[in-house]
């Protein structure tokens, strides 16, 4: 089955920083790749995704690069708020070919320092 | 995307017993999930509720201990039968997207603690 590898498990910036968040995937029939951002008390939410006919996505201050080849993708947000302290799990599935399954990540913990 | 609610948010069992979840969605969709997230951990898939049919487990969780209720296009329930703290956990349904064929949406979990 899909395993997937999420790093680093925590990460602190300074408010205004970057952030790059990275995970590894090893089912290369895997073509959707999610990331959701998960606050205190709350379900995880969609943030941005990506499918594997693209190598990168950008939705206003966060963006996601996929490289199929090294079968890994990433999450850069960039111009860091107080508010984007959460947990972040990137994910994998073979979505729209009738298998749903996301298999997350172990989370990142991002915590940014105003 | 759809508006995803569960019920209980949270609740405090006594080992032995067993607790109903309610998953409620605003919109009919095809595909519901129910996950769990232990304390501090990722999130792992529990089943794939089918509805008119059996849900659908995955390695590691069985039927008995799981039972899951897919009565129509909007609702789901999930029950955690003979409760151990081992089960305290959040308990979250997901629904796949009616417009897109990939996205997943979570509702806000139900956090059980097993005492």
């Known amino acids: 089955g899909e395993n997937v590898e999420q790093h680093p498990s925590t990460l602190s910036v300074q408010e205004g920083d970057s952030a790059v968040i990275k995970c590894t995937y090893s089912?290369?029939?895997?073509?959707?790749f999610p990331w959701y951002k998960q606050e205190l008390g709350k379900g995880p939410q969609l943030i941005i995704d990506?499918?594997?006919?693209?190598g990168e996505k950008k939705d206003q201050r966060i963006a996601v690069t996929l490289n199929k080849t090294a079968k890994h993708f990433s999450l850069h947000i960039t111009e860091t708020q107080p508010e984007d302290s959460a947990v972040y799990f990137c994910?994998?599935?073979?979505?729209?070919?009738?298998?749903?399954?996301?298999?997350f990540g172990k989370g990142t913990k991002l915590s940014v320092i105003p | 995307s759809a508006v995803i609610s569960q019920k209980p948010s949270r609740d405090i069992c006594q080992r032995g017993t067993s607790l109903t979840i309610q998953c409620q969605v605003d919109?009919?969709?095809?595909?519901m999930f129910w996950y769990r997230q232990q304390p501090g951990q990722s999130l792992t898939l529990i089943a794939t509720?089918?509805?008119?049919?059996?849900?659908?487990?995955e390695s590691g969780f069985v039927i008995d201990k799981f039972p899951i209720s897919r009565p129509n296009l909007t609702f789901s329930t999930l029950t955690v039968s003979n409760m151990s703290p081992e089960d305290s956990s959040i308990y979250l349904c997901?629904?796949?997207?009616?417009?897109?064929?990939?996205?997943?949406?979570f509702g806000p979990g139900t956090r059980l603690t097993v005492t």
């Open positions: 997901s629904v796949g997207s009616t417009s897109d064929s990939y996205e997943q949406y």
């Open positions: 919109s009919q969709v095809t595909m």
């Open positions: 089912d290369s029939a895997s073509n959707y």
């Open positions: 509720a089918n509805q008119g049919s059996e849900a659908t487990y």
């Open positions: 990506i499918r594997s006919n693209v």
């Open positions: 994910a994998a599935s073979r979505g729209g070919a009738g298998s749903y399954q996301l298999t």
